[in-house]
């Protein structure tokens, strides 16, 4: 007999923990090793994890809508022999959660219920030594503070006795014994510590709405609630500023148009403008290394590597913005696979966290639906997006020798929009300027 925990597997820098949105199998069922075991979310992608072995699933330890860490146990094989239930030791999770009478939605809706004005006028934290903000606190011992008063703030300096630090009743009970003999801090802390706990992670409001004739109530999906989420926090944030400039990108066409049937034969996939305009940018960024930066607090953090994230829109009208890492590494045949590849994953559901993780500057597309320009939110943290219209023909001025005259050219709008915080308009400017340019004069090579 021989049993296997299964863990959720890291998912991309950055990424401690996911929410489980779906098992496909039961306890008792069997599965193979590579078929599709469960999908879980992170910010904005589901993924669909496959089975590590070959097996019966004798345990689930983490159900649909919980959001365990990584690494920690979601479900318990049997991979050979048969055994009983019994022949399993509880986990420490199972085994705390047996002996309090209390859902997993119970604790969520005590977690929302929270409030300030239920706290006394002070509470006491703050030891010498503090423990890791990263430190996990499980379901139930959140519960069984805050049914004890005590905040989160304060629950972390517990030095627990379980697995990597963590935090058991008995360390809780131990605590609350000892006379919590920690610093006092006034209500005043508290709240300023939960404003900016609101101010960091804005929440869009649903009110009720009883629908009069002729409407529907249409509850948003999971994506376009993230998404919203981050457009509103990202106002918050930044201070939009969006300047446009007019280029003349008849030679790029011309180019295209000559190109497009023989890269296509040749590479198996189409012959766009968009690879060119991340390489425009990528160049004009290397000029402008002011533009390649990111915001925390006061300090501004100037990046090194070129991280482009170019906006895909998906099947059921939602938005998501996969990233081409080091960009700058690349040629351009080799930016052109990479987005035809992560377009076609994304719009397939078939992307992993890490590779819509890590831009330093974004790009989006307006001109496939026609539309010449546009005002773009910032993608936080990164400080300017650049939106690309539609190439449309116009009768321009153009100089042939020494002569003035009328032509009809294909026309393109170029908008940035960025954070004027750090990046004022001479900058921004002077930027967007650059990727017209290099989008004017030079015609790419495969």
């Given at each position: 007999m021989k049993s296997f925990e299964f863990t959720l597997p890291a998912m991309g820098e950055g990424i401690i923990e996911a929410t489980i949105t779906r098992w496909f199998i039961r306890e008792g069922d069997s599965i193979k090793e590579d078929e599709p075991l469960l999908e879980v979310a992170t910010d904005k992608v589901d993924s669909e994890i496959p089975a590590p072995v070959s097996g019966k699933v004798i345990r689930i330890i983490y159900h649909e809508g919980e959001i365990p860490k990584i690494g920690e146990v979601l479900a318990i094989f049997e991979t050979d022999g048969q055994t009983e239930e019994s022949g399993y030791p509880r986990t420490e999770r199972e085994s705390d959660l047996a002996e309090i009478s209390v859902s997993p939605k119970a604790i969520e809706a005590s977690e929302r219920d929270e409030s300030i004005n239920k706290m006394e006028k002070t509470v006491q934290f703050r030891p010498e030594k503090s423990v890791s903000d990263d430190l996990h606190l499980t379901p139930l011992i959140r519960f069984l503070a805050r049914s004890r008063g005590i905040p989160v703030d304060e629950l972390k300096q517990i030095m627990g006795s379980g697995l990597n630090g963590r935090i058991t009743k008995d360390d809780l009970n131990a605590y609350i014994l000892s006379g919590r003999r920690f610093k006092e801090v006034s209500i005043d802390t508290i709240i300023q510590q939960e404003a900016n706990k609101t101010e960091q992670q804005p929440v869009v409001n649903s009110p009720e709405y009883s629908p009069g004739p002729g409407e529907e109530v249409i509850e948003m999906d999971r994506t376009r609630k993230l998404i919203a989420e981050h457009m509103v926090r990202s106002k918050r944030i930044s201070s939009h500023v969006t300047s446009m400039v007019e280029i003349d990108v008849t030679q790029l066409v011309k180019w295209r148009e000559d190109n497009k049937e023989q890269f296509f034969a040749k590479y198996g996939i189409k012959l766009t403008y968009t690879p060119v305009i991340v390489e425009a940018s990528v160049k004009a960024l290397k000029d402008f290394p002011d533009i390649n930066i990111s915001v925390i607090g006061n300090n501004i953090i100037k990046k090194h590597y070129f991280n482009i994230g170019v906006a895909t829109a998906l099947p059921d009208g939602n938005l998501i913005v996969p990233v081409i890492k080091?960009?700058?590494?690349?040629?351009?045949?080799?930016?052109?696979?990479?987005?035809?590849?992560?377009?076609?994953?994304?719009?397939?559901?078939?992307?992993?966290?890490?590779?819509?993780?890590?831009?330093?500057?974004?790009?989006t597309n307006m001109g496939q639906y026609e539309n010449v320009s546009g005002t773009p939110i910032i993608n936080q943290p990164e400080v300017a997006i650049l939106a690309v219209g539609a190439i449309k023909k116009k009768p321009a001025v153009v100089k042939i020798g020494d002569e003035l005259t009328i032509g009809i050219r294909d026309i393109l709008i170029l908008s940035l929009t960025y954070d004027h915080r750090v990046v004022d308009g001479a900058l921004g400017g002077s930027f967007v300027r650059a990727i017209g340019r290099y989008l004017e004069s030079e015609i790419p090579i495969f």
């Open positions: 080091e960009a700058d590494k690349s040629n351009f045949l080799s930016i052109a696979r990479q987005l035809a590849d992560l377009a076609d994953r994304a719009r397939k559901g078939q992307l992993i966290p890490a590779e819509i993780k890590g831009s330093t500057f974004t790009i």
